[in-house]
């Protein structure tokens, strides 16, 4: 999640800084603004790609090329099937699908890609995507350590489980087998069809 944006943009950068154009979009996440809890691996990884691509957009100022950091948030690709899950993985899968599911918390895959590609081209140095990610990088920037906490506490309430085996999401769901979260997923699950990660 940091060397491949790296390895690319480093590959790409000698031609376009000779021609004096060119766009590179980094791909990170609103993981790497804001260090959510249970994602600890992941976060290291966003962040370290939130800084490289923020310091290279810094770096090429006034090259004619441009980068771009694109910080998502929650995706609604149907990822919640094929994602794995440790600790709990029925509870884990429990909190985690409904959140990458339901329109207000996650952004339609087709959407986001659309808005990517036009804040690259535009040579933004930022695109954020969904209200929810714009929120916590708002609020993380004006309060660091009251964000801190508060991500401190939301680790407290979600599950706590001891299972250190790796269950992909569609076994946790079968273990879990509720209706509500079936039913809280079905947004989540057709795009899981569109996108083929059944």
């Keep these: ?65 441009s980068a771009t950091t694109v910080v998502p948030g929650l995706m609604r690709t149907g990822s919640h099937e094929r994602a794995l899950f440790t600790g709990d993985p029925p ?14 918390l996650s952004m339609d895959a087709d959407r986001a890609a659309s808005r990517i590609v036009r804040g690259v081209l535009a040579g933004r140095p930022l695109v954020t995507l969904t209200p929810l990610a714009k929120v916590g990088i708002r609020v993380r920037g004006l309060m660091p ?23 992909e999401g569609r076994e946790a769901e079968g273990r879990l087998d509720s209706a509500l979260v079936r039913a809280l997923t079905t947004f989540g699950t057709r795009a899981a069809r569109r996108n083929n990660e059944r």
């Design 1 to 65: 999640m940091l060397w491949g944006p790296v390895h690319v943009a480093w590959a790409v950068l000698p031609a376009m800084r000779e021609r004096g154009t060119g766009r590179i979009g980094t791909v990170t996440s609103v993981g790497g603004m804001v260090s959510a809890p249970h994602l600890l691996p992941y976060a290291t990884a966003k962040f370290a790609a939130v800084g490289f691509s923020d310091g290279l957009a810094a770096a090429l100022a006034g090259t004619g090329v």
């Design 91 to 104: 509870r884990e899968y429990a909190w985690f699908a409904p959140a990458a599911s339901l329109p207000l």
């Design 145 to 167: 350590a009251t964000t801190t906490r508060a991500m401190g506490l939301v680790n407290r309430v979600l599950p706590d489980g001891t299972d250190s085996t790796t269950v």
